[in-house]
């Protein structure tokens, strides 16, 4: 089995900042795209940030400049640095990853529960 769990989520005031985290566990192999999801009600979900198992990265429009997107390798664990946070980043943040698992060929895309990120005075 394989399990992905976000923590570091929040109430914040606007121009604010939160570190997110998400550790990956279980019988994995080796971990390819690590990424950032967020979706807020009424809305469709979005992807904010991507990183590659080589460290490149992308980023969503509306967070670009803003957000950063980082991983240790050994730690199975992707971060979302969010700075000058705004009402609209309010969202469920989930992180998802392409795993390959020990003694398996095939990779598969794994998604955490989520945490919530609100951005409110």
């Known amino acids: 089995q394989v399990q992905l769990v976000e923590s570091g989520g929040g109430l914040v005031q606007p121009g604010g900042s939160l570190r997110l985290s998400c550790a990956a566990s279980?019988?994995?192999?080796?971990?390819?795209?690590m990424r950032w999801y967020r979706q807020a009600p009424g809305k469709e979900r979005e992807l904010v940030a991507s990183?590659?198992?080589?460290?490149?990265?992308d980023y969503g429009d509306s967070v670009k400049g803003r957000f950063t997107i980082s991983r240790d390798s050994t730690k199975n664990t992707v971060y979302l640095q969010m700075n000058s946070l705004k009402p609209e980043d309010t969202a469920l943040y989930r992180c998802?990853?392409?795993?390959?698992?020990?003694?398996?060929?095939?990779?598969?895309?794994?998604w955490g529960q989520g945490t919530q990120v609100t951005v409110s005075s």
């Open positions: 279980g019988s994995i192999f080796s971990i390819n795209t």
């Open positions: 990183i590659t198992s080589g460290g490149s990265t």
């Open positions: 998802n990853a392409d795993i390959r698992r020990q003694s398996y060929i095939l990779v598969y895309t794994y």
